[in-house]
């Protein structure tokens, strides 16, 4: 047992850990929140911090609510469902003006409230779920418990996806366990049954199921899929992935389409999308809609501009800013979202974009037109951030406008700094909760020159 400690939480830190102070050390906890006085024993000491873990709730904090999900706590999801949703709102604001102040040294730049999600449940459009081999020769189908990437629990209901979904996670994890089929083992690297994916639509009413397995031929494909297409005619369409890598993700280098399309169709602002089982898609879309609105009237385009969307996935950014400018180029490494990129546009009868296939700080330093530049870039990085070459790069064609839309403020702050050092103003940023009861926080700015 380390030392235990009496302390009064007073902040959330950028991680979502609670905030105490001890001795004149600042003191991380895995628990708790602000206004609470907790008992939490020390489990790491460094000179500037401690990491404590909670024991015992003396004081219940002000805004503490009952969380909606039997599997609150344990659950590696939701780190926040015990918060109430006006607070979680007040300190992903409050968190990105840290991040404004201390990372970037932009203290004057106006960080907005942030914009609350209008569905606080059964909004994600895309959850993953992992089957785990069990000491009894048994297995669990669902979530990583919190804290423990090595263990994972029988998820009952998750209250951010649909009740259909959960019926489908019922349905796949009872045909594994009738049909004895091998769950595996993500040490021994033996076993078949990997993952399960479901997909879903919000304004197309589409599901689809993606069961990702270890290499081989899926026997039992036929019963499966009449298993699940008697849930509901919404699953409208079931895919078989294989993924023999040891690296633990839920995507499929062999694909086999075993009912329906192998796609299902998104409508986002009024636009027809097409989203394959390995595509990234924004996780919700309802308030996808109000992400890329915010972000579009920030940016001020008019007709005659040049966009060039870097990053740009299966197009959706630059798709829907095509109908407000001249041309839009857009810019991905990823081959099928490339494919997928040009259908989309093809679907909505879009021919003012062009999308390259290319690693962006290739093509920013080996392809980017010199003669004719853009009057708009668009940046829609991995929680990574801008790459230093590309970022090197963009300050070099110093456009006149930069639309960056970020999922973490840490890593946008630090670009932030270097765009602002070079010239460009930044008056101000508009965060928006696009997971509630999570600590992501994505948030919109643009940038133009002085």
């Known amino acids: 047992m380390g030392k235990q400690i009496e302390v009064d939480i007073v902040d959330l830190a950028f991680d979502g850990k609670a905030v105490a102070h001890n001795d004149g050390k600042v003191v991380f906890l895995d628990a708790g929140l602000p206004g609470e006085r907790v008992t939490a024993e020390i489990i790491r000491s460094k000179p500037r911090h401690d990491q404590a873990r909670v024991l015992n709730l003396i004081t219940k904090g002000p805004h503490r609510i009952k969380p909606t999900c039997r599997h609150f706590g344990g659950c590696g999801g939701c780190a926040w469902q015990d918060l109430s949703y006006e607070r979680q709102l007040h300190y992903k604001t409050k968190q990105v003006g840290d991040c404004m102040e201390r990372l970037a040294g932009l203290p004057d730049v106006k960080v907005h409230e942030t914009i609350p999600a209008p569905d606080q449940f059964r909004y994600r459009n895309k959850m993953e779920f992992s089957f785990h081999t069990a000491t009894d020769d048994s ?9 423990a990437f090595d263990e994972v629990f029988d998820l009952k209901a998750c209250y951010l996806q649909s009740e259909l979904a959960n019926e489908i996670v019922a349905t796949v994890r009872r045909f594994v366990r009738d049909h004895s089929l091998p769950v595996y083992d993500v040490v021994k690297h033996t076993g078949y049954a990997r993952f ?28 499966l899929v009449a298993a699940l297409t008697a849930l509901s005619p919404r699953i409208t369409t079931i895919v078989h992935n294989q993924n023999g890598q040891k690296s633990n993700i ?121 003669g004719d530049p853009f009057d708009a870039v668009v940046i829609d990085p991995p929680r990574a951030g801008l790459h230093p070459k590309a970022l090197r790069r963009i300050k070099e064609m110093k456009p006149p406008r930069i639309l960056y839309i970020s999922c973490n403020p840490a890593t946008f702050a630090r670009d932030a700094k270097e765009l602002v050092a070079i010239g460009y103003e930044l008056p101000e940023v508009r965060p928006i909760d696009m997971f509630p009861h999570t600590r992501h926080i994505e948030l919109v700015s643009v940038f133009s020159q002085s």
């Open 139 to 147: 297995f669990t189908l669902g979530l990583h418990r919190r804290g």
């Open 196 to 223: 399960l994916v479901i997909r879903e639509t919000t304004y197309t009413d589409q599901v689809m199921v993606n069961f990702v397995t270890n290499y081989g031929e899926f026997e039992k494909s036929d019963e």
């Open 250 to 370: 839920a995507t499929g280098e062999i694909e086999k389409v075993l009912s329906g399309s192998g796609s299902i169709q998104e409508k986002i602002l009024g636009k027809i999308f097409r989203i394959k089982a390995n595509s990234f898609f924004q996780t919700n879309s309802a308030q996808t809609e109000t992400l890329y609105r915010t972000a579009f009237d920030m940016l001020s385009l008019d007709g005659d501009d040049r966009v060039l969307d870097l990053y740009c996935g299966t197009g959706p950014i630059g798709i829907l800013l095509s109908e407000r400018v001249k041309e839009v180029v857009g810019v991905e490494l990823v081959t099928d979202a490339v494919v997928m990129a040009r259908e989309n546009a093809a679907a909505n009868d879009i021919s003012n974009i062009t999308f390259i296939e290319a690693n962006v700080v290739e093509y920013l330093r080996n392809q980017a037109p010199e």
